[in-house]
């Protein structure tokens, strides 16, 4: 199966600000999730995407073509971006329509219905945009790159401003859309927003591509980090003593009424540390991990990259 969209090793810097850096990836229907925090180089590489911006080096095809220069690819492109973007003033289907006609759609009316069905805004389509909520915002924007039947569709943080009502209708569609045949891209710094929804996810950490693969993979990839377990006790020193040879515990730091533990086996010590807390005569106020934010992932994947690198 052909890529409908590629990244061949493409750099994009500001300054000497490396926004992306040397990023390669191919996008074939269905949905890929680009997953990475805030500053990762997530919205610049919808933008080189969107033809939006030049790649200083490097090239970004659509359906094998330049998208900045390419009537064809720009024409099989739809693009929901993270600004809000709607000309006041007009009714939904108003703004979906008119859009329509800017893209050259035939029945235009119709396309625009279809669309706004498609996001479960038909029923207020007759409504000026500017009473909207963000999350019917939203849908509009969606709305609008449909209207035309892209074969690659590329979202900027697309369930921002929804209830959960309204995640799952939008999540329900992008399924279908890649089932269908379109190439989804979808750019997020949740990753279990991304885990429901992508078939496939590429990793971004400071502009830089460290991991891609299925979502149950990247998990995979994820937990084979060493975690660091957050234990209040009351007799720290104590407890500390039985939780040091258990295996896959790396290390364990004590303070007065804490210690911190660094295990590869988190399920492992979650299931012994009642037993070694009742043996130790200790109480546990409380047990939580310290490490499992996207930071903490991301660092983690970078080191590892960084190793493959070497």
């Known amino acids: 199966m052909n ?75 739809g693009l929901v971006p993270d ?31 279809a669309a706004l069905a498609a996001v479960d805004l038909a029923d207020v389509a007759d409504r000026d945009v500017k009473g909207f909520s963000q999350g019917m915002r939203q849908r509009v924007k969606i709305a609008q790159a449909l209207v035309h039947r892209p074969r690659v569709l590329i979202l900027d943080e697309p369930l921002n401003g929804l209830d959960p009502g309204q995640r799952e209708s939008v999540i329900a569609l992008l399924h279908r859309l890649g089932a269908d045949g379109t190439a989804i891209v979808f750019s997020s710094h949740v990753l279990g927003e991304v885990e429901r929804i992508a078939d496939r996810v590429l990793v971004l950490v400071n502009g830089r591509l460290v991991a891609e693969g299925a979502p149950p993979a990247l998990r995979a990839l994820m937990e084979e980090r060493p975690r660091r377990v957050r234990v209040e006790t009351d007799r720290p020193r104590v407890l500390a003593a039985g939780i040091a040879g258990l295996e896959g515990v790396g290390r364990v730091d004590v303070d007065e009424d804490a210690l911190v ?50």
């Open 3 to 77: 890529a409908l969209l590629e990244f061949d090793r493409v750099s994009k810097w500001f300054r000497d600000t490396v926004a992306v850096g040397d990023v390669s990836f191919a996008i074939e229907p269905g949905v890929t999730g680009l997953l990475g925090h805030n500053g990762a180089g997530k919205s610049t590489a919808i933008r080189l995407a969107a033809g939006l911006a030049r790649p200083d080096e490097g090239a970004v095809r659509i359906l094998g073509e330049d998208p900045r220069t390419s009537g064809a690819a720009r024409a099989s492109l």
């Open 83 to 113: 600004g809000d973007g709607i000309w006041p003033g007009l009714t939904a289907r108003g703004f979906v329509e008119a859009c329509a006609r800017l893209r050259g759609v035939g029945g235009p009316g119709a396309a625009a219905d």
């Open 261 to 310: 533990v660094e295990t590869s086996r988190p399920a492992d010590l979650a299931l012994v540390l009642p037993g070694l807390a009742r043996d130790a005569g200790a109480d546990l106020t409380a047990v939580e991990p310290t490490d499992e934010d996207l930071e903490s992932v991301y660092s983690y994947l970078t080191e590892r990259a960084r190793g493959v690198r070497r």
